[in-house]
Each structure stands twice: as structure tokens, then as C-alpha cells.
């Protein structure tokens, strides 16, 4: 049994026609999971996505759900769940043109696991990009893309707790779900294109 916990932020502003949603999975410190294990959680997560205001315009803004669901990765069944301490609100800083909306950044989340014959991988779509982080090549600058690894990068740093970031494979049929560490964090060098934020 292998409890993971989900913690998740509510993308509003002008730039959205309906709220939009970013969701990070978790291997909690104490198994099962805690309250402070969500607190921890919800605090590195809120913390990478601060670090990153200076690449998104200042019409998106991030609400932490303070809810953390816990679900048994292998069944995909809810366990529980736990409310930690909500962080403040994240709200971008740049107030330059806008790239389209359906232009984002990406951030690459990598695993040493494989699952069904493949590398176990995730990512963490980047809303809001600013024209001034276009190259003449249409594609993300470098500063841009090392913000990514940056600011994301520090979700590895320990917290409060040992809780640490997963990806979760979904299980089908009640099965063969799994979750593993987060090893490697970095951002792409190209835009990548999300259709929907819809949870």
C-alpha cells in the first residue's frame, strides 16, 4: 500500500475564461499521511510557484486548495484526507504583452522508474509567458527556461517533513497504479501548447 497525497492550485484571472488548475502528487513523511505532511507540501509547492511570478503576466493568479487528498496509488481509491496550513496566493508580476493564451512554458519532471516498458515522467504546464521571453525563433529564451529549473528544482529541497514529489501512474480498472520519486527537474526549450486546465 502506498498512500500519495495531491496538492493542487486554482489558476484564475483575466487571462481565463474558466478557472484552470495545477495539481503536484506527493509521497507523504509519515505513511498514510499527516496534516503537517499536507502543510509541508502545500508550503514547497506554493513556494516553487513564487518563485516563478517574474515569468507569468500579471493576470493569472493561484489559489492553494488547503485539501489534500490522500489515494492509494496502486487502486486509485480515496483514503482520506488531510488540511494543511493554506499558503497565500501566488499572482504573476509581468506586465508586458502576453504571448496567446494557449502558449505555455513546460517544466519536465523525471523519474528513475519504468512503468509497462516506459520511463516514468510528468510535467507542470507554465501559464501566462510574457512576449519579452519569446526568442526571434519563437521559442522560450534561456532565462526563461533555467527560471523553470530553478524555481520547480527546489521542490527536491527537503521540508518541514520528509514528504517528496511523485509522479502517479493512474491504475485502470482498480489496478496497476504506482508512483515514483521525483528525481530530475528542468524546463523545456520549447512552448508547448495546453488545450484546457479544466480539473
Known amino acids: 500500500m502506498a498512500v500519495i497525497l495531491r496538492t493542487a492550485a486554482t489558476l484564475t484571472g483575466s487571462a481565463y475564461s474558466s478557472p484552470g488548475i495545477s495539481i503536484l502528487w506527493w509521497s507523504p513523511g509519515t505513511v498514510g499521511g499527516s496534516t503537517a505532511d499536507a502543510t509541508d507540501c502545500l508550503a514547497r509547492f506554493r513556494a516553487s510557484w513564487n518563485a516563478f511570478v517574474g515569468f507569468m503576466t500579471n493576470t493569472v493568479t493561484l489559489t492553494f486548495d488547503p485539501v489534500c487528498i490522500a489515494i492509494e496509488a496502486t487502486t486509485g481509491a480515496l483514503t482520506g484526507s488531510f488540511v494543511g496550513t493554506q499558503p497565500a496566493n501566488v499572482t504573476g508580476t509581468v506586465a508586458t504583452d502576453a504571448l496567446p493564451k ?15 516498458g516506459r520511463r516514468l515522467r510528468g510535467r507542470l504546464f507554465m501559464p501566462n509567458p510574457c512576449e519579452a521571453d519569446n526568442t526571434p525563433a519563437g521559442a522560450p529564451s534561456s532565462t526563461y527556461s533555467s527560471g523553470i529549473t530553478t524555481a520547480f528544482g527546489s521542490l527536491l529541497t527537503p521540508g518541514a517533513t520528509a514528504s517528496a514529489p511523485v509522479i502517479w501512474h493512474r491504475p485502470k480498472g482498480g489496478t496497476g497504479g504506482a508512483s515514483a520519486l521525483i528525481t530530475s527537474i528542468g524546463g523545456a526549450t520549447s512552448w508547448s501548447v495546453l488545450r484546457s486546465r479544466r480539473g
Do not use: A, I, P
Open 102 to 116: 494557449q502558449t505555455q512554458g513546460l517544466c519536465r519532471l523525471g523519474t528513475s522508474s519504468v512503468v509497462g
